[in-house]
């Protein structure tokens, strides 16, 4: 006879199949035996299948929605098979359609039009998606790669070979691993969380939660137990295992995983070759990942900055035709289309000072700075070279932002918020990029009209922020936004980070976007300093000359 | 615009996790769930004259998404069904009413909240684990990890989820 615990540890092995991957009719059967007459029992399964759900609909939200939601929501074609319904209803629908746009579900139901109506249809479907990639390259100095392709930092990298010549990469896996390797080398990057090595030195610092990350090499696997291990492959196979902090597990490639052997914290051991069975003690003599950092003097690329606006401007009004400072602009800031000024103002800028609290290493933000008064609206400027989504590239931007914001608004009044928007001078209400903090202050993206991506994260309302984007522009495949905010009591990175505030989903744009700009919605004061647009996380992010203690 | 109107909006937009969260918890196949709940949602526009303000919508609504699993199952071969009918007439009873015992929409605030607390590898293998046409899997493959190692730390962030979740929600606060 079964006790409770073994019936709970049924109940709870039950449930974990039914979430991920369903049940056979027996253990149907058999959940059913368990539930029946057992109120206990069936709370605990409606808690755990209610998180499931909930996750389910969190996460997977368009798919559901598309399928889900009343024909209102659905893409034109099904909406003309949709021949059921009465007159009365169809209007319900189309009123609906218009309604919940304003009432706050525009990101679901909108998220069904991923595409703009006036982009083709058809481009970039064959081209690769966010999810082909399994880690980033965050660092490459001095490079050179044997691959056709040139790598640069930022670039999503998808399973495949990496032969670095020469010079020291940083890769992050979305696994949560962090590699350095160093060149020459030879490196398979075959999914989120495994590489192969074939010749060279590589380094690797995995989290606690990336526990699991394995480095196969022609003499040996690794498998990371949560800590900092190196692998180095000699020519001719020869392989060294250095455990630099926690455990590692090692065992011959294939070899079951009851063979494997532990490898603790300041051991090491080597293989003379790659046919030999076992490896034989030898001294730990790998630098530390941070020795390793540190060597990588990751420093500022200004290079690779292509924009940059200081608002470095007297303290006052300043007319529109004056304010031309800071580089890679090509005219001077302008009022926006559509923004509405108050009679008698021309849409002089307003230059404020002091009114960030810069909490980082950032040269501006504590001399002059933009401010938009409550009846600003929005202004724009060109840039020399526009980010272009329509061809493979990397870019950054980061601005400094303090927002006051308004008092709650009346029902049915625009949503306060402010933005950095990048929008085409050719097609103005056409595809953009839209890093926008609304007023409950949860970071949003958004890429089209109602195609909106808002973080779990809520920032501090009323303090200095720094904001940073990243867009990776694909020519062919889907492009990928990330937009990070850091409040005053967080560090910036050295590289960029693990995790996003938000990221973007199924967006395929081929938009060339030359206009940055600087917008705020409905009331508040705002102040915005250091408007930074490059090719690199380093050409935005300040950072010490040499960067000591990086991440 | 007529205010009932755009209550009732108002309304059927904020259930919807509770709803999906019902339908789901009554027949776990998230194919036919999604048909339930659309089916369930066409019932509702249709019958939005019949909604009374001031009772509770997910009440309403969930009695709604009850027939339409009640036909449903009926169409299913015995040997399908997940549950047998008393299970299921209890599960849609207490069911309902925990979903009824919170505002809409609470729920998914404490998971978001909790979300936030977990560590972000976590939240990222959660993503990776529900994002549309995900199974484990493909998950663990790309991972390197058994099927069976990947299922148990899933289980595993789930249940300290659950534990987040129930806690902030007895709190009576966000996360």
Known sequence: MSTPSDRKAELQDLLRRLSDGGLSEEESERLTGLLHGDPEACEYYLKQVTLDATLRHEFGGRQLLREALPPFAWPAGDLEAFQGLTVRAKGLIRLAAAMLLGVGLSMLASSVWPRSRNEPSGRHEEGRTAADCVATLLFA???????????????????????????????????????VLEGPADLEVESRGCARLAAGRLTVRAPK???????????????????????????????????????????????PMEAAEL???????????????????????????????????????????????GFDYPVGNLPLAEATGGIGWAGPWAVSPGAKLPPGDLGDLTIASGKLHVAWPVEGGRGPMLEASPSYQSRRRQLAQPVRLDEDGVYYLSVLVR?????????????PSVRLVLRSSTNFNGDHV????????????????????????????????????KIVARRQGEDEIFFRVYGEGETLDTMEPATWSVKSRGVYSDASLDLVLLTKMDGGTCWWDEVRIGKSWRAVVPMAAYARNPK | MDESREAFIREITA?????WAYVFSLLPDHVAAQDILQQTNLTLWRKA??????????????????????????????????????????????????????????????????????????????????????????????????????????????????ECIESTLAAGGAA
């Not at chain 1, 790998?286 to 500022?300: N, T, V």
């Not at chain 2, 609504?61 to 009850?66: G, H, N």
């Open chain 1, 141 to 179: 100095d001095n490079c050179e790669w044997r691959s056709k392709d040139r790598l640069v930092e930022g670039q999503r990298l998808s399973a495949g070979r990496l032969q670095l010549e020469e010079g020291l990469a940083i890769l992050r896996f979305d696994g949560g691993a962090a590699v």
């Open chain 1, 209 to 255: 939660d990336a526990a699991g990350f394995t480095v196969r090499s022609p003499a040996s696997d690794v498998v990371d137990l949560g800590t900092e291990f190196a692998i180095v492959v000699e020519r001719g196979g020869a392989t060294e295992v250095h455990c630099l902090e926690g455990e590692v597990s090692y065992s011959k490639p294939g070899a």
């Open chain 1, 263 to 309: 490898l603790g914290a300041g051991n090491a051991v080597r293989y003379d070759g790659a046919k030999v069975a076992a490896p034989r003690a030898v001294p730990v003599k790998s630098p530390r990942f941070s020795e390793l950092l540190s060597q990588a003097k990751i420093g500022p690329r200004e290079d690779l900055l292509l924009a940059h606006e």
């Open chain 1, 403 to 415: 927002w006051a914001p308004p008092p709650p608004a009346l029902t049915g009044q625009p949503m």
């Open chain 1, 434 to 469: 839209m890093f926008n903090l609304p007023v409950f202050q949860q970071p949003q993206l958004d890429i089209r009209t109602g195609a909106i991506f808002t973080s779990f994260q809520t920032v501090k309302s009323g303090e200095t922020q720094f904001w940073v984007g």
């Open chain 2, 15 to 19: 259930a919807q996790s509770s709803l």
């Open chain 2, 49 to 162: 004259g019949d909604f009374q303000q001031g009772t509770s919508f997910v009440a309403w609504a969930s009695r709604a998404a009850y027939f339409h699993v009640l036909t449903y199952r009926r169409g299913m071969r015995r040997d399908r069904l997940v549950f047998n009918d008393e299970v299921f007439a209890y599960l849609a009873e207490r069911q309902a009413e925990r979903l009824t015992e919170r505002v809409p929409g609470e729920r998914v605030t404490a998971l978001r909240g909790c979300l936030e607390k977990l560590p972000p590898t976590s939240r990222r293998l959660l993503e990776s684990r529900y994002a549309p046409g995900a199974s484990v899997k493909d998950l663990a493959q790309a991972d390197g990890r058994s099927v069976a190692a990947l299922s148990q730390v899933l289980y595993r962030i789930r249940d300290t989820l659950l």
